[in-house]
């Protein structure tokens, strides 16, 4: 079959390469008998290539692919959605590639490979992924070329670098579809979310949990402040608040939505804008208390800010709060008492011990102190504290006395609410570290934090955090002045004397910040501005989709012109040009060469056809040949014509004889 061809070992190996490459970033999320799948059928096939084997017959391909569906079920739980969507794709890619039998199969291969390559910025957005796939582009259409190639397998430079070349020329199209397709707020498609673990903070909190987000470096969320940046200890960047405590962790209590906030603000109002990492929870970040809720968003009465579907994407929204308040009028009975409740079959010596404070002290703020000082005087801050057993509390404030600040915020809510004291454990983050070259706070994972608020009958919810009492450092400096570096990269930072890798982390951070701002983060909104920018205030969508078609068919003639240009400055070579005329004259005589018709099947058509002429040209064409080609081609034409006589001749002459000869040829009509 003529389409067999295309389908040999080498262009066998550069599929499974490229499509090695696409589907690497996958393997992480895919589930592992996925992964086994695709090696499989990717061995098979290298075998099947490379001994010229029978591809398998359909029924083994039908009871694969059965198969492959049936295990995606059983392992999602559905058959729509981005997990399972992506994971069908992938295998049933790898089984397409087992059961090629024709070109056309590995044409489809390759353009289900290009689409499979957008999957995986469903995931990932970053500078690495981008070039990543621009990578795995370019395989694919190298490997298209090698399918393509007639004749003689395409060398290795024969396929990157026309494929180098053609992606070169679709970056005009790229700018020109990137800055005038019109922006729509939302995702251009929907699908449903899977519950997929992102690191980040969680919704109900256990000693243990936000020590370990610690130790990740990854970046939670970047601000812009308007003015200069608050004081470390003033940076408490609220999140999710949990007050219900349910056996060993803390949980959200059910809490109403409010049009505003209930607090009196006091001082000045500082006002920032936020660029929120994807964490796929819908809670959202803002300085202790926001003064205004996020486009799409609510305020719980806990003074909880939290969008309305969860955060899948990078997500700015401005904002501004107070850093100085007084919260809450009036605690409802209902409330209070949600806010008293603990479990007490848990924990009895912590509870206990509450009671017994409860009797010595009555004023709930001296309370409060005695508790600080506690904590002050016998406890350690340390990120790897001793396991903790069944009443993890007892053993934490009476035995091990070593935290971090889930071990402080919970065992401090429980203690005052086994006082009669109300009060609730609130998560979030603290700090920060400022990027001396964009002036952007960077909030990372290692910034999480737990802190508590406590109910004052005369001042209303206030903030106590119990780890500024054991480690101050902490609050005021960062989580690395308390505990030093943390992680292989933060110890080479601290081994780093010079501040090179230091200086190396800010920019690459300032680089991500505007990949983020400028191309992930180009919304309807960024254009336009953009526009705007450029004194053209009201563009709407269908002046964009106008100026989108103007710009993608100026772009694709200028592309074709330059394209033109060069086959018009090819045919401008003087040896194909005077070729060209030695042609035109043959055609006189009655003898057309073809578009396709190679030199050497022409001129044994010309001397069948005209055997005197054919003696007259064929010094002629074997000239041009030997000139065009190399002289190394004229042995084989020698071979070729065993009557030539002037073929050792022919292939010294140089271009001006062979102009002349040309010139000096007379043809009869």
């Known amino acids: ?189 929907t699908m449903p979310q899977e519950n997929r673990a992102i690191s980040g903070l969680g919704d109900n909190m256990s000693p243990g949990d936000i020590s370990k987000l610690s130790l990740s470096d990854e970046v939670a969320f970047r601000v812009d402040f308007e003015n200069a940046v608050p004081e470390n200890q003033d940076l408490y960047w609220r999140g999710p608040v949990l007050g219900r405590q349910v056996g060993k962790s803390w949980q959200p209590l059910q809490v109403a939505e409010t049009p505003k906030l209930n607090y009196e603000p006091q001082g000045a109002l500082t006002q920032y804008r936020v660029t929120l990492q994807p964490h796929n929870k819908p809670w959202l970040f ?31 929204y401005d904002m501004a709060s107070y850093l100085r308040y007084r919260a809450g009028a009036a605690l409802r009975p209902r409330e209070r008492n949600a806010y008293l409740a603990y479990d007490d079959t848990l924990n009895p010596r912590t509870i206990a011990y509450g009671k017994k404070l409860a009797a010595e002290n009555g004023d709930p703020k001296i309370l409060v102190d005695t508790l600080l000082k506690l904590y002050n005087a016998q406890f350690t801050y340390t990120l790897e504290p001793p396991l903790l057993g069944d009443n993890p509390m007892d053993e934490f404030l009476f035995d091990t006395k070593q935290g971090f600040c889930e071990h402080y915020s919970s065992s401090f809510v429980l203690l005052l609410r086994a006082a009669g004291i109300p009060a609730r454990v609130v998560t979030g983050y603290q700090g920060g570290e400022v990027n001396p070259i964009t ?26 955090d119990p780890t500024s009492a054991v480690s101050p450092l902490r609050i005021n400096r960062g989580m690395s002045a308390a505990l030093g570096p ?17 200086q190396m982390r800010f920019s690459w951070d300032a680089v991500n910040s505007q990949w983020n701002k400028w191309v992930v983060g180009f919304n309807s909104d960024k254009q336009r501005s953009m526009f705007e920018n450029l004194g053209m205030p009201n ?131």
């Open 1 to 189: 079959m003529l389409n067999q061809t295309a389908l040999t070992l080498n262009n066998i190996t550069w599929l499974l390469a490229a499509l090695a490459f696409v589907i690497a970033p996958h393997t992480a999320r895919l589930p592992v008998w996925v992964t086994a799948v695709c090696v499989s059928a990717g061995l098979w096939r290298f075998w099947i290539a490379r001994r010229g084997l029978r591809a398998p017959a359909w029924w083994v391909m039908a009871a694969l692919a059965l198969a492959v569906t049936a295990g995606a079920y059983f392992e999602y739980k559905r058959l729509f959605g981005r997990e399972v969507g992506v994971t069908l794709l992938v295998a049933m890619l790898c089984l397409k590639v087992l059961e090629m039998k024709m070109k056309r199969d590995a044409m489809l291969v390759v353009f289900l490979g290009f689409f499979l390559a957008m999957t995986n910025f469903l995931y990932s957005q970053t500078i690495f992924m981008g070039a990543y796939m621009l990578i795995c582009v370019w395989l694919f259409v190298a490997t298209l070329i090698g399918f393509n190639r007639i004749g003689t397998e395409a060398t290795v430079r024969e396929r990157v670098v026309p494929s180098a070349w053609l992606l070169l020329q679709a970056v005009p199209m790229m700018f020109v579809l990137f800055f005038l397709f019109p922006r729509i707020s939302g995702p251009l498609w």
């Open 286 to 316: 803002a300085l202790d208390l926001p003064s205004m809720a996020a486009p799409d968003s609510v305020f719980l009465a806990d003074f909880q800010m939290r969008a309305r579907s969860p955060v899948t994407s990078l997500m700015a």
């Open 439 to 464: 002036r952007q706070l960077v909030v990372r994972q290692a910034d999480a934090h737990a802190w508590s608020e406590v109910w004052f009958d005369d001042l209303g919810w206030l903030r106590v």
């Open 486 to 502: 943390q992680g292989i990269f933060n110890n080479l930072m601290d081994a780093d004397k010079l501040g090179l890798l230091r």
């Open 539 to 669: 563009v709407d969508w269908t002046m964009l989709v106008r100026w989108l078609i103007i710009g993608v068919i100026s772009t694709s003639s200028l592309i074709g012109l330059f394209l033109l240009l060069r086959i018009y400055r090819v045919r401008k070579d003087p040896v194909l040009a005077t070729y060209d005329r030695l042609c035109a004259k043959l055609a006189k005589a009655g003898v057309s060469r073809a578009p396709n018709e190679g030199p050497i099947d022409f001129l044994q058509r010309v001397k069948t056809m005209h055997p005197e002429l054919g003696k007259k040209v064929q010094p002629l064409i074997e000239a041009y040949i030997a000139i065009r080609y190399g002289s190394h081609r004229a042995p084989q034409i020698a071979a070729e014509n065993p009557d030539s006589g002037a073929i050792h001749e022919c292939s010294h002459m140089n271009f001006r004889e062979f102009l002349a000869g040309v010139r000096r040829l007379r043809v009869n009509a």
